[in-house]
């Protein structure tokens, strides 16, 4: 097996990106409906269905209504969503059936730097989607500005995080229709249990355990924070996980990757 | 110094060895050509020159380099059209070369030079603007050509070309390829229709089970392995194949069938002419197939 080799990941990996970028602003208008209008189905949803049985939520020592403790997430699993099916069933579609990245590798360009333009570029869509969630959100009250601007350099941490583990399950996935293993054994789970739909400090503590270990987690209080100025974890210690998170499976993304194509 | 000097290369895939000590030179300005049936391991081969697939033994030098250690250098003078589709789907024709030229990192102006150039020279100019999901296979193939001869390659390396073309497609493939050849672009082919290797390449290598069984000039090949006269004879008769035996004449017994060597315009020749055809006779030229047939034998592979 060829071994990952980071000195062959020089800047050329901006060539990729821009040919993704290219690809994807044929379809642009269509992909930009769903982060404009996502953030609004939720609110009338959970706004006008769900506070009348609710009432309130108390997070990190506020009492906030139900919409307003769940909008920063939001945001934060807009993120996650494009970033993961960017280097999951994108990226396969890619690899597997359009020999992309084969045609790629009889060019100057490492197999190293096609893994990391595919995750940079996961990253960059997550950033749009939430620059336009955050264009819904601020007007309507329910993103402080302008804090919750810093949501948008975070949402390319976000993505890098989602992207690299998204790389990884392409790496080891024999078709794609078992990517629906870890989105429902993985993906799923995380998106409920992250603190995105009730805050983790109201539930067991061995539960909560389980919810430091998501990355959607770290992502979701660091967006609360920037949203609403409150949270219930150390910024720092968030910060510190999706760090880790992306240098390990970044790393065995690469891994698994170029096991798959460099034969 | 050859462009590609290939000395002892082996490839493995767990216990199968897929290339078995290859060795193999190919000059500055010649056509060569890598023969072999499905799996034989011509595809392993070339996959090594470009770097795509690690070497489990020997040395691969390109333009003098190792490609273990230069193959950004190698891979920024070559061209590569590989076997499968590897064209952008979703972009347009003129778009699909400009954005390979990226990779190459080629200044922009000239690129779009090039892709102007191109695009003349495999008549595509009037298919500019079309997206490549609505381009026939041989209009792909073509494009896919063009791509490779993007950067000015000094080497070109064609894996099965004109794969599933239909006759129309595959001939102005060839005669692209044969322009090319005239200008004096070093060219590396695999392919398993031994008339293209035939019209195109200088020089060839058959290759079978990971070795190669033999190598020269088509017509070299053709007067050694086979003959440059083969007379086909349906349903040979007792006596045909009794003056065989006795005379010692080099042929294939097929049952139904009698392949014979012969000189052209030889005494044997006119013998089976007059005294052997019962029923139906061929007479032609002998060419690689018979070459091919006679080393990796006729019995189905697979």
């Known amino acids: ?263 | 110094m050859g462009i590609i000097e290939a000395q002892q290369l082996v490839k493995q895939f767990g216990q199968f060895t897929a290339v078995d000590e290859v060795d193999f030179t190919v000059e500055r300005g010649e056509f060569f050509a890598l023969l072999g049936p499905n799996g034989a391991g011509k595809t392993s081969t070339i996959r090594m020159i470009y770097g795509i697939s690690p070497l489990n033994g020997g040395r691969m030098n390109v333009f003098g380099m190792d490609i273990g250690n230069d193959w950004r250098k190698i891979r920024s003078q070559l061209g590569v059209c590989q076997q499968e589709n590897t064209l952008d789907p979703d972009l347009t024709v003129v778009q699909n070369l400009l954005l390979y030229s990226r990779y190459f990192e080629m200044d922009k102006d000239f690129a779009r030079r090039r892709s102007e150039e191109l695009l003349d020279f495999f008549a595509l100019a009037g298919k500019r603007n079309a997206k490549v999901m609505q381009l026939s296979g041989g209009l792909a193939r073509r494009l896919q050509l063009a791509r490779a001869l993007m950067a000015e390659p000094e080497l070109l390396i064609l894996d099965e070309p004109t794969i599933g073309l239909d006759p129309q497609s595959r001939h102005q493939v060839w005669d692209r390829l044969l322009a090319l050849r005239k200008r004096g672009l070093t060219t590396v082919l695999t392919t398993h229709y031994m008339d293209e290797a035939e019209s195109l390449c200088n020089r060839l290598a058959i290759i079978d089970h990971g070795k190669i069984i033999a190598e020269g000039r088509p017509s070299d090949l053709i007067e050694e392995y086979a003959a440059e006269s083969v007379i086909e004879i349906e349903e040979p008769g007792e006596n045909l194949r009794n003056y065989i035996r006795d005379h010692a004449v080099r042929h294939d017994d097929l049952g139904e069938r009698l392949i014979i060597y012969a000189e052209p315009r030889g005494e044997l020749e006119s013998l089976i002419r007059d005294k052997f055809c019962v029923e139906s006779c061929r007479f032609r030229a002998g060419n690689l197939e018979d070459v091919f047939l006679r080393l990796t034998g006729r019995e189905l592979r697979e």
């Open chain 1, 1 to 263: 097996m060829s071994r990952v080799n980071l000195r062959d990941i020089s800047l050329r990996f901006r060539h990729i990106w821009v040919r993704n970028l290219v690809t994807y602003r044929r379809i642009w208008k269509v992909n930009f409906i769903v982060p404009l209008l996502e953030p609004g189905f939720y609110i009338l949803a959970f706004g006008l269905g769900f506070s009348g049985l609710i009432g309130g939520v108390s997070y990190a020592g506020l009492q906030l209504t139900y919409t307003a403790f769940m909008a920063p997430a939001l945001v934060a699993t807009a993120c996650m969503w494009n970033s993961f099916f960017e280097t999951t069933y994108t990226s396969f579609v890619r690899m597997y059936y359009q020999n992309t990245f084969s045609g790629m590798l009889a060019t100057p360009v490492s197999i190293e730097e096609i893994i990391v333009a595919e995750i940079v570029w996961a990253a960059t869509k997550a950033m749009a989607a939430v620059t336009i969630m955050l264009a819904v959100l601020i007007p309507i009250g329910f993103a402080n500005y302008p804090a919750a601007l810093f949501c948008i350099p975070l949402a390319f941490l976000g993505g890098l995080a989602f992207g690299s583990i998204g790389m990884f399950f392409t790496g080891i996935i024999p078709t794609i229709d078992m990517f629906n293993l870890p989105i429902f054994l993985f993906i799923t789970p995380m998106f409920l249990f992250s603190g995105t739909f009730f805050p983790i400090s109201g539930i067991p503590e061995w539960a909560s355990i389980f919810s430091l270990v998501f990355p959607l987690y770290h992502l979701v209080e660091l967006t609360r924070f920037l949203c609403i100025g409150a949270m219930e974890s150390n910024p720092i210690f968030n910060l510190g996980y999706l760090l880790a998170f992306i240098l390990v499976f970044g790393y065995l993304g690469l891994a698994v990757m170029k096991r798959r194509l460099i034969q």
